[in-house]
């Protein structure tokens, strides 16, 4: 297909963007270091509501690579990538934060992916970034995601739905004109959310360890943090529980029943007992941050494994009706209105082989 006088790009990497004009700068300089050929992919820059002269910067670059920027009211990331769905030309979307910063081989491999299986979906490896020093709580986070892209690469995890991390991932355009696009009512869990649709239709999940991208976002502070992982356990219910009856699905139920002995127990004690739940997190909190200094991490990892927990299924009991995460703890992307039941169009039509093939 041609637009103008030059054929349309194979690739379409897709950026939302909100106030983070220094680390966007560095991920496009990477971008124009890619060794895909620059002609044939294109980037499109959504940017969120930004008011930091991030605008100002991009009108300034010099890009060896078509990119175009594409502005829109502050409306979440998920609103911002389906921006640039309708706006991409490429039949692959790979899906990139601003945070992200691509190795060279980043777009080739997810190309080479998407050539070789037309229904793929790929997850590509977030590497830690090698500079600076981090709180134990974001280290623990880095070893847990690179202990599952370990697994992934060895064979001994497998992918599905879940494991669509839009930070960096890519599927065809096709794919998403059958299942839809990002659910814009998901604040949290959006990206599980169309993988599992995904998922659902029958299409391929591939691991990219060399589509890799160095995560080097803001670092949240502890409350944040905590908070964070509540809502990611409210979203995973409302996900699950679309034209439900308000009882726990069946899939978390599983997940709960696969939790260790100890695991269950502390949630036993802790969930729907604010008080309780609170001196919990206090007291583990303690405890890390004093094994930290140590540099006992087997102990802290422990410990951060259990706060994720307790405030998980913390945000799951709450949506599911009891409504008492204590105001004491930091108030971040708090959920203010209810979320209304959402089928995307075209889903009962799957239209994607199912299996490998």
Request: overall charge negative.
């Amino acid at each position: 297909m041609m637009y103008g006088d030059k054929a349309a790009p194979t690739i379409s990497v897709a950026i939302p963007t909100h106030n983070r004009q220094e680390l966007l700068r560095r991920v496009l300089a990477a971008l124009a270091k890619q060794t895909y050929p620059m002609d044939q992919f294109e980037v499109i820059v959504v940017v969120d509501g930004s008011d930091d002269g991030t605008e100002e910067m991009l009108k300034a670059l010099q890009n060896p690579y078509e990119l175009r920027v594409l502005q829109q009211p502050q409306g979440g990331p998920s609103r911002a990538r389906n921006v640039a769905i309708a706006a991409a030309r490429g039949q692959v979307i790979i899906f990139l934060d601003d945070d992200v910063i691509p190795v060279p081989q980043f777009v080739s491999t997810h190309a080479a992916i998407h050539q070789h299986d037309p229904e793929a979906v790929v997850v590509g490896r977030l590497l830690a970034y090698p500079i600076g020093e981090r709180p134990g709580w974001e280290r623990w986070e880095e070893f847990d995601l690179d202990q599952q892209f370990d697994q992934m690469r060895e064979g001994r995890l497998v992918l599905n739905g879940t494991h669509f991390y839009t930070g960096n991932a890519s599927v065809g355009r096709r794919s998403l004109a059958i299942v839809g696009n990002f659910d814009v009512a998901l604040k949290y869990q959006e990206d599980c959310d169309l993988g599992q649709r995904l998922e659902m239709a029958g299409a391929h999940f591939y691991f990219g360890d060399r589509a890799a991208g160095y995560h080097c976002g803001y670092r949240a502070s502890f409350s944040i943090w905590c908070r964070r992982h509540y809502n990611f356990g409210v979203y995973n219910f409302v996900r699950h529980n679309r034209n439900g009856d308000g009882q726990l699905p069946a899939a978390l139920r599983d997940a709960r029943a696969r939790l260790r002995p100890v695991t269950k127990l502390l949630l036993t004690v802790a969930i729907g007992r604010p008080i309780v739940s609170q001196l919990m997190t206090t007291s583990i909190h303690g405890i890390v941050t004093t094994s930290d200094w140590l540099h006992a991490w087997s102990i802290s990892r422990c410990g951060y494994s259990a706060l994720v927990n307790l405030h998980h299924w913390w945000g799951i009991h709450d949506a599911l009706g009891a409504h008492a995460y204590p105001s004491s703890i930091e108030n971040a992307d708090v959920v203010t209105e209810p979320l209304q039941p959402w089928t995307p169009d075209g889903v009962q039509s799957p239209g994607l082989s199912n299996g490998r093939g």
